[in-house]
T-cell receptor, first 114, second 115 residues
Framework: GESVGLHLPTLSVQEGDNSIINCAYSNSASDYFIWYKQESGKGPQFIIDIRSNMDKRQGQRVTVLLNKTVKHLSLQIAATQPGDSAVYFCAENRGGGSNYKLTFGKGTLLTVNP | ETGVTQSPTHLIKTRGQQVTLRCSSQSGHNTVSWYQQALGQGPQFIFQYYREEENGRGNFPPRFSGLQFPNYSSELNVNALELDDSALYLC??????????????FGPGTRLTVL
């Protein structure tokens, strides 16, 4: 089972630097991946998604990279700002195309220092 | 803001009691998913409702049950509460594209504390 507790991977960066948050997934049948940002006391907020037929997708200040060979996902945030401080979760759709059951990773706590 | 609302914001119950949590989906969405998020963990899928029918369930016991109404709002009911049920309960709505994959948008959650 999963470990219990507050031991989240953490990333601390300086304001203006680029941030890279990594995520490993386990199910090679997963075909849809999403990054969410969760601030303290709030629900997860959608950032960007990518389908398995792509290896890169860009949004505003964010880029998601997907490496299906090693089952790895990353989120790159350009010019990180203090408002980017939050816990970031990757999630995968393991439904093999079904709409349900997002499976979330443990999360990474990003702290941006002014 | 996603347009997904949940009530109540906070709730305190004692062991053995029952609780009902409510969710209103975003306009135009017909699918609601419920997740449980323990402190320091990622959300865990409980179940999903699509057009008033259960459309998939995670590894939760039968005392976790749900409903979806004709207006696509939803309820999560938990019977015989246990201390480990203390968590943030999240509702997410999506458009339920037939045969497609669509994004789930989350509400702010209900913080349940079981004493």
């Amino acid at each position: 089972g999963e470990s219990v507790g507050l031991h989240l991977p953490t990333l601390s960066v300086q304001e203006g630097d680029n941030s890279i948050i990594n995520c490993a997934y386990s199910n090679s049948a997963s075909d849809y991946f999403i990054w969410y940002k969760q601030e303290s006391g709030k629900g997860p907020q959608f950032i960007i998604d990518i389908r398995s037929n792509m290896d890169k997708r860009q949004g505003q200040r964010v880029t998601v990279l997907l490496n299906k060979t090693v089952k790895h996902l990353s989120l790159q945030i350009a010019a990180t700002q203090p408002g980017d401080s939050a816990v970031y979760f990757c999630a995968e759709n393991r439904g093999g195309g079904s709409n349900y059951k997002l499976t979330f990773g443990k999360g990474t706590l990003l702290t941006v220092n002014p | 803001e996603t347009g997904v609302t949940q009530s109540p914001t906070h709730l305190i119950k004692t062991r053995g009691q029952q609780v009902t949590l409510r969710c209103s989906s975003q306009s135009g969405h017909n699918t609601v998913s419920w997740y449980q998020q323990a402190l320091g963990q990622g959300p865990q899928f409980i179940f999903q409702y699509y057009r008033e029918e259960e459309n998939g369930r995670g590894n939760f016991p039968p005392r976790f049950s749900g409903l979806q109404f004709p207006n696509y709002s939803s309820e999560l009911n938990v019977n015989a509460l246990e201390l480990d049920d203390s968590a943030l309960y999240l509702c997410a709505s999506s458009s339920g594209l037939a045969g497609g994959i669509d994004t789930q948008y989350f509400g702010p959650g209900t913080r349940l504390t079981v004493l």
